[in-house]
């Protein structure tokens, strides 16, 4: 374990600012908070959280010594035109990465993160976590999918030499683990990577946990994933939300995505995995925060010290 390259971050939506519930904590606190337990890294969040003129973000960065790793946009995929109509949210989002780049990682340029708009169907958000494939998305809108996915990849790339990844996400169209290869192997590898989220994943597969999805999932699509976030499932949870019939969001509320350590995701094998193909970036923790958690700073620590147990 000792020497290993791989550095730890958290994000914004770990305090609160998507799928958390209560007040969403002001961003200079934020940052201050997940420097104080200990990450050195952090992702943009939503457009508008942290601050947006690019001067102004790396003042935040630098005077903590962070670096910027990522930010995420959710886009409705399956809609015609929709890269035209967004373009200019997208390039805001990839130009204001792509200003910060050299912050506390100089040679590693922040990834910009592509999704489906999360629950932006309600048949899938009252699904998620147990999608069948009658539930796919109809084969006549996947080639506009794939080409809207490539069409934001190759903008931002042209526009700012950044790399796309996409995320698999709950509630959206891309998230059990064919819909996840259906999408690979739809896309340009060259053009579009995978952000793999242990969570997403494990919750995605529609099945019971043994321990072992998360690293499998891994394993399955090692060959497109330059950047993992690390996320905890509870299989009590997703059992119940799963014979019980609940939406994404009362699955979130009753606490799917535990902290660290507490579910089924089996943390110890991703990260010997991870090391043993010499992985050298980050690893990104994404914890929402509900009630009986305490404070987000609170969740911070506990998981950042379950990190530091296994050697990060």
């Keep these: 374990m000792a020497g290993t390259a791989i550095r730890v971050a958290n994000a914004p939506c770990s305090w609160g600012t998507i799928e958390g519930f209560g007040e969403t904590t002001p961003w200079p606190r934020m940052l201050d908070e997940l420097v104080e337990t200990g990450y050195v890294g952090t992702e943009l969040g939503d457009l508008g959280y942290l601050p947006d003129e690019p001067a102004a973000l790396r003042t935040a960065l630098e005077t903590r010594g962070l670096a910027m790793l990522g930010g995420f946009e959710g886009v409705e995929l399956r809609r015609p035109g929709v890269v035209t109509e967004r373009r200019e949210r ?181 990260l010997g995995f991870l090391r043993s193909e010499g992985y050298d970036d980050w690893l990104t923790v994404e914890q929402d925060v509900l009630p009986g958690m305490g404070t987000p700073k609170e969740s911070a620590a506990r998981n950042r010290a379950t990190l530091r147990a296994l050697g990060l």
């Design 90 to 270: 997208l390039l805001r989002v990839a130009r204001l990465l792509a200003s910060v780049a050299d912050v506390g990682d100089p040679g590693r340029a922040p990834y910009f993160i592509l999704a489906d708009e999360t629950r932006g169907d309600p048949v899938r958000t009252a699904h998620a976590g147990r999608i069948t494939p009658e539930l796919a998305l109809p084969a006549a809108e996947r080639p506009t999918f794939l080409r809207n996915a490539e069409e934001v990849a190759r903008l931002v790339k042209g526009e700012t030499g950044l790399r796309t990844l996409y995320h698999h996400h709950c509630a959206a169209w891309v998230e059990t683990p064919d819909e996840i290869e259906r999408f690979l192997d739809g896309t340009n590898a060259e053009l579009i990577g995978l952000v793999f989220d242990t969570g997403h994943y494990v919750y995605g597969t529609g099945v019971a946990d043994d321990g072992g999805a998360a690293l499998a999932g891994l394993r399955r699509f090692w060959g497109r994933t330059p950047y993992v976030h690390l996320k905890d499932c509870d299989p009590v949870v997703a059992g119940r939300a799963r014979v019980e019939g609940w939406d994404y969001g009362r699955a979130i509320g009753e606490g799917v995505f535990c902290e660290l350590g507490r579910g089924s995701v089996d943390l110890a094998g991703v």
